[in-house]
């Protein structure tokens, strides 16, 4: 903890100059990049050197060539509105759909990388596995020197890990979805999950009474004997009504039973970005009768009975604002941005549940760090 904390102040202090920072950071991946390539040119074996190239799993289950299903295609996405954090924001996160949902069954079928995307004896990788062909290069399954000794799992198996399989808002939108067609599994599929798990985690999967079928793993390359791909249900952080629906679907009916309140503020402690004078922000919307939370202090069940039950919530760009999932059309949600980290990843869910979503912007200095003005409020 000591380390990585020493790490992230040193970070910080580098991007107080963004000239050098900019050096040192396109240095160090001109350097790894030449070398992760070097040794993909010169591998001679499965181990050494990561993959040659790509392959298309969607194409072979549409020729037929692999048991499986193509769930869909294409679906309806939400106008966004004018002005537009996703617009701002410039990432396509309204372009990016539609993704294709699938799965298909592999036999004996090497998984590589922290993603543990599919690797096949031609050493080509799954394009759907790694984002497809803009992405694709720049995953972790892609880009490696050498794999250690494979573990052979036996059985049935299917994986909820893939690239971006860390934080609440990754697991929520991009991990959990992949479980929506587990019913066409056989029903001693088990589980591969990215550990150790959080409690957030746990929560969620033994709603869904799987826990007991999920094995935590920090491997790098396994061979499975029946292998059932699920797709990832969408790129992250793009407008996805297919996942959100299926969420609400699954997890809806557990929430808490209890009183919540109507209107609330969204504390964030502890975190990277952040508001310089959260606690005057606090004090205001104390002042007007509305609520101040800390989500890390209530359990899953607690927080979807929380923002189910919302007429009105503010809160910083964040992982909390996942939570908009659970909400009613018609709560209005007030979004605090940094100006120098924009995303519309909360706006594409409010769009597609029919929330009334505004943001506003502030200046943040190199930590991504903003003051509210409370008269802006």
């Not at 000591?2 to 950071?25: D, F, H, M, N, Q």
Request: hydrophobic residues 40%; contains cysteine.
């Amino acid at each position: 903890m000591a380390e990585s904390s020493a790490t992230l102040s040193l970070l910080g202090r580098l991007k107080s100059y963004p000239i050098l920072y900019a050096v040192i950071r396109w240095g160090w991946r001109f350097l790894s990049t030449l070398v992760i390539e070097a040794s993909r040119k010169l591998g001679i074996s499965i181990r050494f050197g990561g993959p040659r190239g790509f392959y298309s799993g969607l194409a072979e289950l549409e020729r037929g060539s692999v048991p499986g299903r193509l769930v869909l295609k294409s679906q309806t996405l939400p106008i966004i509105p004018i002005p537009s954090l996703i617009d701002l924001a410039n990432m396509g996160q309204n372009e990016r759909q539609p993704w294709p949902v699938f799965w298909m069954q592999k036999r004996n079928s090497r998984l590589v990388g922290s993603s543990l995307s599919p690797l096949n004896d031609e050493k080509l990788l799954m394009l759907e596995a790694a984002y497809g062909n803009e992405f694709c290069k720049s995953d972790p399954a892609y880009n490696y020197m050498f794999l250690p000794r494979a573990t052979l799992l036996k059985g049935a198996w299917t994986s909820l890990i893939g690239r971006f399989s860390t934080g609440y808002y990754h697991w929520m939108t991009d991990d959990l979805p992949r479980l929506a067609l587990l019913a066409d599994f056989p029903p001693e599929t088990q589980i591969l999950a990215r550990g150790p798990l959080r409690d957030y985690q746990k929560e969620s999967l033994r709603m869904l009474g799987v826990l007991e079928r999920v094995r935590e793993t920090s491997e790098s390359h396994l061979i499975v004997e029946d292998y059932y791909f699920s797709s990832p249900t969408s790129m992250t952080g793009c407008t996805n009504p297919y996942a959100i629906q299926w969420l609400r679907n699954q997890y809806l009916p557990f929430m808490s039973r209890v009183e919540t309140p109507k209107k609330f503020f969204i504390q964030r402690k502890g975190k990277t970005r952040g508001i310089t004078n959260q606690e005057e922000v606090a004090h205001h919307y104390r002042a007007k009768g509305w609520s101040v939370i800390d989500l890390e202090e209530l359990s899953l069940c607690e927080q979807i009975a929380l923002f189910n039950h919302a007429e009105e919530i503010v809160g910083e760009h964040g992982a909390g604002l996942t939570n908009l999932i659970w909400c009613r059309p018609g709560c209005r949600v007030m979004e605090l941005c940094a100006d120098n980290f924009l995303n519309g990843c909360y706006e594409g869910i409010s769009q597609c549940l029919g929330l009334e979503h505004s943001f506003k912007l502030y200046r943040a200095g190199s930590r991504n760090e903003i003051f509210i003005d409370i008269s802006e409020l």
